[in-house]
């Protein structure tokens, strides 16, 4: 057993020698240079132009003409109008032309009533609509002094309750430029509008 350990030893260092060897013999050069083959070069060189460049001659693409646009689809809108009732403090005044002869509206153009700005029409409700049914609101409600609606309220509707939300909501949306008086915006209560709903 004490005779591997030496016998390994010696072994490992033949090995290491052998592959030494065999490395050196590998990597050393036999023959002459001058038998190595010549490697081939690039050359470059400018060539010169025999011609003038041509310019291409260019059209203008071909616009095509536009196509009709398509017809707008069905869309259920309603109409606004105001109510023609009694004691309803109106949109338009009413003007009398002497007035206007006689040097201007109230001193000067001073005084006006409210005047529409935005309207946002009411959605058409989906059940009404499915069902076809058409039908009006009439809204009551103030115009504040910075042109928004102030306490919006349905005063009659035909038929009931169908169209009162979505006549409300487009209401509350609503801006105008507020009544003028003495120079000075005032509230405009008691309009009443009637929203129409048709399919």
Known sequence: ??????????????????LFWVMQALITVSGELKDAT???SIEFVRLKRDTRAREKEREP?????PDAPPPPPDIAMSKARLDPGEGVGGIAPDIDASDVLDGGLGG???DRDAVPLVRIEPDYPMRAEQRRIEGWVVVQFTISK?????NPIVQSSH????FDRSALQAVRKWKYNPKIEGGVAVEQPGIRVRLDFEL
């Open 159 to 162: 038929p009931g309750n169908i």
């Open 38 to 40: 010549r490697t081939a």
């Open 61 to 65: 693409p071909k616009r095509a003409k």
């Open 1 to 18: 057993m004490n005779l591997r350990f030496p016998v390994s030893i010696g072994l490992s260092v033949l090995v290491t020698f052998g």
């Open 146 to 150: 910075a042109g928004t609606i102030k």
């Open 108 to 110: 000067g153009g001073a």
